[in-house]
């Protein structure tokens, strides 16, 4: 009897049944935005470090993650051997390569 009387109501007022992708419009768009404005462009930057890092070469300046600078001596698969001082070389992962220093014009 009482769920007799709620449809009547419901029936009554006139409304009209919502579209369900409408309903879901806002997540679509706030997804949208998200893809757009993070992670978009973090892929962008995460693909041009890993060109960065594949084309390292020896002679090339470099800054690690842990900011070390130095020049590249060596490069093997997944490691790199970086001269920091005069008779001190570190080898470190290829992907702690932060950035590539630009090369400085000689005068």
Do not use: C
Request: glycine share 6%; proline share 5%; no cysteine.
């Amino acid at each position: 009897m009482l769920s007799n009387v709620v449809y009547a109501a419901a029936g009554e007022t006139g409304q009209t049944p919502v579209n369900p992708l409408m309903q879901f419009m806002p997540f679509i768009l706030i997804f949208v935005v998200f893809w757009f404005l993070l992670i978009r462009p973090q892929q962008k930057r995460q693909k041009e470090h890993q060109a960065m890092v594949s084309n390292l070469k020896k002679g090339d300046k470099v800054v690690t993650n842990g900011g070390i600078y130095g020049t590249v001596v060596g490069v093997a698969d997944k490691a790199i051997v970086l001269r920091i001082a005069e008779n001190v070389k570190v080898e470190v992962a290829k992907n702690a390569i932060a950035s590539l220093q630009p090369k400085k014009e000689e005068e």
